[in-house]
């Protein structure tokens, strides 16, 4: 068995607060594996059914938790499902959750099918009205941060992971799509965003659903950014009626709330449906990294459905119209690699 002492550390430290709180832990592999997401963090369940409890290691050279453990204090103020962060060692990079359970929206949508969706991403949807009205100490989403992030598509989605090295022509197209993507996001109304709030950050609970976790990016940022991240999910494709249903209740919701002022329904989907291309092509981009740098080829199969929804988009609207048929022309073809299959 390979070492590891950072899971050796963590046991010793869980051991600890296991103890000030006289909870005896077991021998064996007292914590197991919860999950791996995308970044450095890991996630151990504590195996002691009476006192459901979830360690995390985040190398604090690669992961801040202190972002984490502010906001989860700022969801849960707001009444929402956020885990209680019992203790934090932020030198060593290791916090102690409360555990939200073991269902992710993920499989109970695919499983469940609509009945089970209506339920379930209208309760998403109603605690993501409450969360944009969090006032919390968060960092801009800024232009610069957006262009960050779709620069990513070009760097290591075409050029790293297709090889498609642009032109000048190409990369001025790419240049006028990323502007578009900035001006849209900049001139919606800037509210708390969660940054990833999809089905598998999302948890089934049996009270005050959903569970939300993965929230330590949030930021101050568009309005729509959160929904769409939710209704086109890198890992779960809605029907469009169903999607056109939902953002359409989001809207009568922050209207109602006053979190918006009277925006049409074209204009309001157009900030929809743009602030989700943006996504997309970041999400393209971290898929790619995440494949080349980090040795994680699982979201490779994810990108087919990211592409899908860049086009759909893009035939939406004539601005969009060139660089549509240059992702279908160019790039499509590419994407018919082993590796991207699922």
């Given at each position: 068995m390979t070492e590891d002492p950072r899971k050796n550390r963590l046991d010793q430290w869980a051991y600890e607060q296991l103890e000030t709180r006289s909870i005896v832990m077991p021998g064996a592999e007292p914590l197991v594996s919860a999950s791996d997401d995308a970044s450095f963090r890991r996630y151990f369940r504590f195996q002691d059914s009476p006192h459901?409890?979830?360690f995390v290691d985040a190398p604090p050279d690669k992961e801040d938790s202190r972002p984490f453990v502010a906001i989860a204090k700022n969801l849960t103020n707001a009444g929402l499902n956020a885990p209680v962060v019992y203790a934090a060692d932020h030198d060593q990079g290791f916090m102690m959750l409360s555990?939200?359970?073991m269902e992710l929206y993920l499989p109970a949508i695919e499983a469940g099918g609509r009945p089970v969706s209506d339920v379930l991403y209208g309760d998403a949807v109603d605690a993501l009205v409450i969360m944009q009205s969090i006032a919390a100490e968060v960092p801009d989403y800024n232009s610069r941060l957006l262009r960050q992030e779709m620069d990513l598509f070009p760097q290591w989605f075409l050029a790293k992971e297709l090889g498609i090295e642009c032109s000048g022509d190409e990369q001025n197209m790419l240049d006028a799509v990323f502007t578009a993507m900035i001006k849209n996001a900049m001139e919606q109304p800037q509210v708390f965003v969660h940054r990833d709030y999809h089905s598998r950050n999302l948890m089934v609970t049996a009270d005050n659903n959903p569970g939300i976790i993965d929230f330590q990016?949030?930021?101050l940022g568009p309005i729509t950014y959160d929904l769409v991240s939710l209704m086109r999910d890198c890992y779960l494709k809605l029907p469009l009626d169903e999607v056109r249903h939902w953002v359409a209740y989001f809207r009568a919701r922050l209207i109602e709330k006053d979190l918006i002022?009277?925006?049409d329904e074209d204009a309001f989907m157009r900030w929809f449906d743009l602030m989700g291309l943006q996504r997309h092509l970041k999400c393209a981009g971290i898929?790619?990294?995440l494949h080349l740098r980090d040795g994680k080829?699982?979201?490779?199969?994810?990108i087919p459905l990211v592409f899908e929804y860049m086009k759909e988009v893009c035939a939406c609207y004539e601005d969009l119209a060139i660089?549509?048929?240059?992702l279908s022309e160019v790039v499509e073809q590419r994407l018919n690699a082993e590796r991207f299959q699922r």
């Open positions: 459901p409890f979830i555990d939200l359970g990016d949030a930021a002022e009277q925006v898929f790619s990294r080829a699982g979201y490779l199969g994810d660089f549509g048929d240059w």
